[in-house]
């Protein structure tokens, strides 16, 4: 009777269960998520079994599975791996406990669970641990002998495998050496100085010499090190000739004219050196050395050194130069839109202003910066080329699954996992599915996935998805206060994290137009925005979207109003930029003009992140029905 009971008690809680609409179980899902926080793991599983269609149930699972580890749920782990492997969390927890099995040194339920060499250099170690625990030292050298061979300090689960092999000779006099030159090449000092202690008395005094002269390569000409290109010396040359070009570049040609001399270079170092010198040489703007660059360059073969050759050259307003070394580079280089629109330019300079409007005409009808640029130049309409994704009604119905799925994700702010489910589906499928999901994206108010779609789909032209007009009361509220175009915010922010509202760059910036936190802080200070404390707040869009427009009008009342330096800024810094405006040596007296200005910017960053702001506004301009306008009267005069 009571087996019965509870039978019939199973089947309401089944129907029960069943019943649940979307906001039920979004609700029973946030309770066991906070549930599951406060460690409250009995009544969090409670919740989860009420939940057993919900989209991220297995998310719940997870999180019980990681935070109840043990050594014997090999089972319920790998279960959970084969049901859940079409989402990443299954790697994600399946690293976990692996992680959790060596930390319990339980050797023999490590390679049970996973008994291939893992892809992680910490876990590889672990495994070389495990098959050692079994006496398997000669069946895992040749895997511990490449993870050996690496420029950089390995983790210290790899302390243990690599001394007992150091103490068996199988890490050999030769192996020793072959790491230390990789740990030259990476210039990682503190391990060649360990590598050093391991070494016989002949190898240690040679490699505490190598490593002296790491240290002060000016001393490089008067080596005694580098007299044969059998001496094991030999190949560290080149690594000390370069670091020796990044900060005396005349004494680095010298001293590889010295050596070339007594014990030539083969053909791939001769040149790799001779880029690398003729990079450093305009990078540094070491005029003296020009005639021996122009001399080099066309030996080289290198369309990367012509372009930076070329923007030097425009940088002096060298126009001869400019035209000579455009005509050097490859032909479908020739006749891209950037070394086009610089071949009217000197045409121009010529004054043969017909032959320049030819060269302009074929790239005005480019929606890019220099199309836009040139078809001012020629008073033409701007070229959107803009296709409009329509929407098909069943083509989507197959993935309809994985949709919902993100959308959970997406309804409890599971970003990073969205972002990364997202790409998953876009991975392998046709370019009309593609769209579609970027159609659909764009629907959801979605629109960071909307530009991702676009992207994967490479459909340059389909503006609303590629360009999705977010916020717009957000934007043009902020826009306004500030006096600054909707259209410019909106280019800023599209090319800072393409709507991303919580993307976190490597270096901290955040949020939809990426501030720094310092930045944000003091913005927040000067326009008096009391409501900003932290900064988990800069994803907040309200705030975000606040002080990125109030930052950037500060930029531009520094810049008195000039929209190229103040955008140059956003992305560089305003100190990089005051140096590059103040950097005129070796210039005459005639200014540089906008558009040589913006092409010789530094940093290649921060000349494609101007470009393509100035751009994007043109776009937005179209999409919000506004005058298209690329530069006005005052910014193509100004000089700089």
């Given at each position: ?9 199973s ?6 269960t069943?019943?649940?609409?979307l ?12 549930l ?13 079994q ?7 149930t ?18 319920k ?17 399946q ?8 930390g ?10 996973y ?20 006496n ?32 068996q ?28 202690t ?5 190898n ?35 690594d ?5 070009a ?5 004494l680095?040609?010298q ?5 070339d ?18 990079s ?8 003296g ?15 990367k ?12 307003n ?22 086009l ?13 017909a ?42 119905r197959y ?8 959308e959970?994700?997406y ?19 046709d370019?009309?599915v ?12 979605w ?24 916020k ?16 410019y ?18 270096v ?7 501030l ?13 925005l ?40 956003y ?28 092409e ?25 029905q ?5 530069f ?9």
């Amino acid at each position: 009777m009571f087996r019965i009971l509870l039978v019939m008690l199973s089947i309401v809680f089944s129907s029960a269960t069943f019943s649940l609409s979307l906001n039920q179980q979004r609700t029973l899902y946030s309770d066991a998520r906070s549930l599951q926080e406060q460690n409250n793991w009995q009544q969090a599983d409670e919740k989860l079994q009420m939940l057993p269609d919900y989209p991220l149930t297995y998310l719940l699972q997870y999180q019980s599975l990681k935070n109840n580890f043990s050594v014997s749920d090999k089972e319920k782990i790998s279960a959970f791996i084969i049901k859940n492997k079409q989402y990443k969390i299954s790697n994600k927890l399946q690293r976990e406990y692996m992680f959790y099995l060596a930390g319990q040194q339980s050797w023999q339920a490590f390679l049970d669970f996973y008994p291939a060499l893992p892809r992680s250099t910490k876990l590889k170690c672990f495994h070389f641990q495990a098959k050692m625990s079994q006496n398997k030292h000669d069946q895992i050298w040749p895997d511990v002998k490449k993870v050996w061979l690496s420029g950089y300090s390995q983790p210290n689960a790899c302390d243990s495998v690599f001394k007992y092999y150091l103490t068996q000779k199988k890490v050999s006099q030769s192996l020793i050496w072959q790491r230390f030159q990789l740990a030259h090449r990476s210039n990682k000092k503190a391990l060649m100085k360990y590598l050093i202690t391991l070494m016989d008395a002949d190898n240690k005094e040679l490699a505490g010499q190598l490593y002296k002269l790491n240290q002060s390569p000016q001393k490089l000409s008067r080596s005694s090190l580098f007299t044969s290109h059998d001496h094991a010396s030999y190949p560290f040359l080149k690594d000390m000739l370069k670091r020796l070009a990044r900060s005396d570049i005349n004494l680095a040609i010298q001293t590889y004219q010295i050596y070339d001399s007594k014990v030539p270079f083969v053909f791939s170092d001769e040149i790799e050196l001779k880029k690398y010198f003729a990079s450093r040489v305009l990078i540094k703007n070491k005029q003296g050395l020009l005639p021996w660059v122009d001399k080099t360059l066309p030996s080289l073969g290198s369309e990367k050194l012509i372009a930076q050759r070329i923007r030097y050259a425009i940088k002096y307003n060298n126009w001869p130069d400019i035209e000579n070394w455009i005509n050097q580079l490859p032909q479908e280089a020739i006749h891209s839109p950037t070394w086009l629109y610089w071949q009217a330019r000197v045409l121009e300079e010529k004054e043969q202003f017909a032959q320049a409007n030819k060269l302009y005409q074929k790239i005005a009808g480019e929606r890019k910066y220099y199309g836009f640029l040139a078809a001012q130049k020629l008073g033409l309409t701007y070229q959107l080329n803009a296709q409009i994704v329509e929407p098909e009604v069943t083509s989507l119905r197959y993935v309809q699954k994985q949709l919902d799925h993100i959308e959970e994700l997406y309804f409890h702010q599971y970003m990073n996992l969205v972002k990364r489910e997202w790409e998953s589906l876009l991975k392998g499928r046709d370019i009309d599915v593609q769209r579609q999901l970027g159609l659909y994206a764009f629907d959801k108010g979605w629109p960071h996935l909307s530009v991702l779609a676009s992207i994967r789909s490479k459909s340059w032209d389909a503006i609303n998805i590629r360009f999705p007009e977010v916020k717009p009361e957000l934007f043009s509220e902020n826009a306004n206060k500030f006096q600054v175009p909707t259209s410019y915010i909106y280019a800023i922010t599209r090319q800072e994290s393409s709507f991303d509202q919580f993307a976190n760059s490597p270096v901290g910036a955040t949020g939809y137009m990426q501030l720094m936190p310092a930045t944000a802080k003091e913005t927040a200070r000067k326009i008096g925005l009391k409501e900003y404390k932290k900064k988990a707040q800069l994803t907040e869009s309200e705030i975000n979207v606040a002080l990125g427009t109030a930052y950037f009008d500060s930029l531009l009342k520094r810049y008195k109003g000039n929209r190229i330096l103040a955008t140059a800024a956003y992305n560089a810094g305003p100190n990089r930029v005051d140096r590059w405006k103040k950097n005129k040596k070796g210039r005459d007296n005639k200014a540089l003009s906008m558009d040589s200005w913006v092409e010789t910017i530094p940093y290649k960053e921060t000349r494609r992140y101007v470009k393509n702001v100035l751009a994007y506004n043109v776009i937005y301009q179209h999409i919000q029905q506004q005058p298209m306008e690329f530069f006005n009267e005052k910014e193509l005069g100004a000089t700089y």
